[in-house]
Nanobody
Framework: QVQLVESGGNSAQAGGSLRLSCLYS????????VAWFRQAPGKDRVAVAA????????LYAPSVMGRFTISRNTAENTVFLQMDSRKVEDTGTYYC????????????????WGRGTQVTVSS
């Protein structure tokens, strides 16, 4: 059993930076991904970034490539999402999730989810 708790969301104008944190407890298997998903109001939840737990390989959605960075600190049991050059379309609830894949963008392949943290970006 893995528990995930997100934090760090806020409301701010476009162009700034923000770092989200996902504190996890429990064992994450080496073949799992840990990912960040975003759900905008009235829209489906979509994957924005993921990290392969054994390899540390990072993956990004095209919409955030070059602006967002996913990283981890295993000593602190935390996965981060650094959000730079934020845009209005980055607005949504951000969820942390972990699961075995193999398709890192597919929601149904994630077993454990946090409750989310709200990010609002205004123009």
């Amino acid at each position: 059993q893995v528990q995930l708790v997100e934090s760090g969301g806020n409301s701010a104008q476009a162009g700034g930076s923000l770092r989200l944190s996902c504190l996890y407890s429990g064992y994450i298997y080496g073949y799992y991904y840990v990912a960040w998903f975003r759900q905008a109001p009235g829209k489906d939840r979509v994957a924005v970034a993921a990290i392969g737990w054994h390899t540390g390989t990072t993956l990004y959605a095209p919409s955030v490539m070059g602006r967002f960075t996913i990283s981890r600190n295993t000593a602190e049991n935390t996965v981060f999402l650094q959000m730079d050059s934020r845009k209005v379309e980055d607005t949504g609830t951000y969820y942390c999730a972990t699961g075995p894949g193999p398709s890192w963008t597919v929601m149904s392949e994630y077993n454990f989810w946090g409750r989310g943290t709200q990010v609002t970006v205004s123009s």
